[in-house]
C-alpha cells in the first residue's frame, strides 16, 4: 500500500448555542480535517488545530505531502520520524507538529481500516468500555452565567464540568458553578495561562474550598515548571497541564520537574497517538493521572477516545459540551449520560458526513487549491 495523496478541508461551521451565550464562540467555528489517500482505495482521516488553518494546511502541502506520497501508510513511526525531522530549521513545535499530529492521526485509521480492526485493538486492547466525559465549557461574561449552564450541562448528564475563565472573575465563576451543582457534580478550572506565580498561590489558597478536581494552566508562560513545581507543594489542588506542551520530550521536562499531577496530551497538538502513546508511558512510570485534551469536534475526538479506552490510568475525556450547528462526522462521540464509547468498526470508528462538508466547505483558500 502507498500513500498517493494528501489534502485538508477547511470548514466554518458555527457553535449552536443556547442561552447564555459564550464570550468567544467564533473561535470554535473553524476545523480542517485531513485526508490521506492511498492506492488500494482505503482513506484515512485526520484534524488539525485549526485556528491557522492557511498555514497548516500550506505546511501539509508544501512539506509533508511531497516527503510522505508514495510511502507504505503502514509505517508510522518512521514516518513519523521522517516528518519530525524536515521540521528542523524553521520550528519544532507549533504549526508543523499540529500539522504532522493530523496526518499521523489519519496514518492510524488507514491501518485500522487496512487491518479490520478498531485503533484501540491496535494499541493495548480496551481496558474499560466506556469512559467518563467532563463538559468542557466556553468562557461566559459573568459567574452567574457560568453556574447557570453548568447546570443545563449536569441536566444532560454529565458528572463533571470544566469552566473556563479569566484573570478577574475565576474564583468567583467557580463558586458560582459549586453553589449550582451542589457537591456530587466534579468541577475543573481551567484559567488558560491567566496568573503569575504569586497570583497562582493566592488565588488557589482561596478555591481549595471548593474541592476542584484540578487547576489546569494556572501560570502563565505555561511552561513555567518550576513555578508550576512551587505551586504544588503549597495547595491540595492537583495541578493538570500539558495541552500546549509537545511530543514525549517535552513531557519529559515537564514530569521531571514535577510540574503537574495530571498530564493532559492533545493528540492532534502534541504529535499523534504514537506520541501520545509515549506520553502515556511516561505518567505511569511517574505514577500521574492522565486525561487527555480534545476541545475540538472532528477526528480528534475519536482518537481521543480511543487512547483514552485503551488505557489504565485515563479517566477523563474532554468534551466541547457546546454542540456545532451540524456535525461533520458520524457518530459524532459524543457521551451518553455522561460517557462516551467507540464503536466495534475499524480504523476509528467514524464515517466523513460529505453533505455537511459540501455545505460548510471553505471555497477559497491562501494556499491556491489546497481546499475543496
Given at each position: 500500500?502507498?500513500?498517493?495523496?494528501?489534502?485538508?478541508?477547511?470548514l466554518?461551521?458555527p457553535l449552536?448555542?443556547?442561552?447564555?451565550?459564550?464570550?468567544?464562540?467564533?473561535?470554535?467555528r473553524?476545523?480542517?480535517?485531513?485526508?490521506?489517500?492511498?492506492?488500494?482505495?482505503?482513506?484515512?482521516?485526520?484534524?488539525?488545530?485549526?485556528f491557522?488553518?492557511?498555514?497548516v494546511?500550506?505546511?501539509?502541502?508544501?512539506?509533508?505531502?511531497?516527503?510522505l506520497?508514495?510511502?507504505?501508510?503502514?509505517?508510522?513511526?518512521?514516518?513519523?520520524?521522517?516528518?519530525y525531522?524536515?521540521?528542523?530549521?524553521?520550528?519544532?513545535?507549533?504549526?508543523?507538529l499540529?500539522?504532522?499530529?493530523?496526518v499521523?492521526?489519519?496514518?492510524?485509521?488507514?491501518?485500522?481500516?487496512?487491518?479490520?480492526?478498531?485503533?484501540?485493538?491496535?494499541?493495548?486492547?480496551?481496558?474499560?468500555?466506556?469512559?467518563?466525559?467532563?463538559?468542557?465549557?466556553?468562557?461566559?461574561?459573568?459567574?452567574e452565567?457560568?453556574g447557570?449552564?453548568?447546570?443545563?450541562?449536569v441536566e444532560?448528564?454529565?458528572?463533571?464540568?470544566k469552566?473556563?475563565q479569566?484573570?478577574?472573575?475565576?474564583?468567583?465563576?467557580?463558586?458560582?458553578?459549586?453553589?449550582?451543582v451542589?457537591?456530587?457534580?466534579?468541577?475543573m478550572?481551567?484559567?488558560?495561562?491567566?496568573?503569575?506565580?504569586?497570583?497562582?498561590?493566592?488565588?488557589?489558597?482561596?478555591?481549595?474550598?471548593?474541592?476542584?478536581?484540578?487547576?489546569?494552566?494556572?501560570?502563565?508562560?505555561?511552561?513555567?515548571?518550576?513555578?508550576?513545581?512551587?505551586?504544588?507543594?503549597?495547595?491540595?489542588?492537583?495541578?493538570?497541564?500539558?495541552?500546549?506542551?509537545?511530543?514525549?520530550?517535552?513531557?519529559?521536562?515537564?514530569?521531571?520537574?514535577?510540574?503537574?499531577?495530571?498530564?493532559?496530551?492533545d493528540?492532534?497538538m502534541?504529535?499523534?497517538?504514537?506520541?501520545?502513546?509515549?506520553?502515556?508511558?511516561?505518567?505511569?512510570?511517574?505514577?500521574?493521572?492522565?486525561?487527555?485534551?480534545?476541545f475540538?469536534?472532528g477526528?480528534?475526538?475519536?482518537?481521543s477516545?480511543?487512547?483514552?479506552?485503551?488505557?489504565?490510568?485515563?479517566?477523563?475525556?474532554?468534551?466541547?459540551?457546546?454542540?456545532?450547528?451540524?456535525?461533520?462526522?458520524?457518530?459524532?462521540?459524543?457521551?451518553?449520560?455522561?460517557y462516551?464509547?467507540?464503536?466495534?468498526?475499524?480504523g476509528?470508528?467514524?464515517?466523513?458526513?460529505?453533505?455537511?462538508?459540501?455545505?460548510?466547505?471553505?471555497?477559497?483558500?491562501?494556499?491556491?487549491?489546497?481546499?475543496?
Amino acid at each position: 500500500m502507498k500513500i498517493t495523496d494528501i489534502k485538508t478541508i477547511a470548514l466554518k461551521i458555527p457553535l449552536k448555542e443556547g442561552s447564555p451565550v459564550s464570550a468567544y464562540p467564533n473561535r470554535r467555528r473553524v476545523h480542517l480535517i485531513v485526508e490521506v489517500s492511498t492506492d488500494e482505495g482505503i482513506t484515512g482521516y485526520g484534524e488539525s488545530i485549526p485556528f491557522t488553518y492557511g498555514s497548516v494546511g500550506g505546511y501539509i502541502e508544501q512539506q509533508l505531502k511531497p516527503l510522505l506520497v508514495g510511502e507504505n501508510p503502514m509505517h508510522v513511526e518512521r514516518l513519523w520520524d521522517k516528518a519530525y525531522r524536515v521540521s528542523f530549521g524553521h520550528g519544532i513545535r507549533g504549526i508543523s507538529l499540529n500539522a504532522l499530529s493530523a496526518v499521523e492521526v489519519a496514518l492510524w485509521d488507514i491501518i485500522g481500516k487496512a487491518r479490520k480492526l478498531p485503533v484501540y485493538e491496535m494499541i493495548g486492547g480496551l481496558c474499560r468500555d466506556k469512559i467518563k466525559a467532563y463538559a468542557s465549557l466556553m468562557e461566559y461574561r459573568k459567574p452567574e452565567e457560568v453556574g447557570k449552564i453548568s447546570v443545563q450541562w449536569v441536566e444532560k448528564g454529565y458528572k463533571a464540568v470544566k469552566i473556563h475563565q479569566g484573570r478577574s472573575d475565576a474564583v468567583e465563576s467557580t463558586k458560582a458553578v459549586r453553589d449550582a451543582v451542589g457537591d456530587d457534580v466534579e468541577i475543573m478550572l481551567d484559567v488558560n495561562g491567566a496568573w503569575t506565580p504569586i497570583e497562582a498561590i493566592k488565588h488557589a489558597k482561596t478555591l481549595e474550598r471548593y474541592d476542584l478536581t484540578w487547576l489546569e494552566e494556572p501560570i502563565w508562560p505555561v511552561d513555567d515548571y518550576a513555578s508550576l513545581a512551587r505551586l504544588r507543594e503549597k495547595t491540595s489542588i492537583p495541578i493538570a497541564g500539558g495541552e500546549n506542551e509537545h511530543t514525549h520530550h517535552g513531557f519529559r521536562n515537564l514530569i521531571t520537574q514535577n510540574a503537574v499531577d495530571i498530564v493532559q496530551p492533545d493528540v492532534i497538538m502534541t504529535g499523534g497517538i504514537s506520541v501520545c502513546r509515549k506520553i502515556f508511558a511516561l505518567a505511569e512510570a511517574w505514577n500521574l493521572g492522565i486525561a487527555t485534551h480534545s476541545f475540538f469536534f472532528g477526528p480528534g475526538v475519536p482518537a481521543s477516545v480511543h487512547l483514552s479506552l485503551s488505557n489504565m490510568k485515563s479517566e477523563w475525556v474532554e468534551i466541547n459540551a457546546v454542540p456545532l450547528e451540524a456535525f461533520f462526522i458520524t457518530p459524532a462521540y459524543r457521551p451518553i449520560n455522561g460517557y462516551v464509547t467507540a464503536p466495534n468498526k475499524p480504523g476509528l470508528g467514524f464515517e466523513i458526513d460529505w453533505d455537511i462538508v459540501e455545505r460548510y466547505a471553505v471555497k477559497e483558500s491562501p494556499t491556491g487549491s489546497l481546499y475543496y
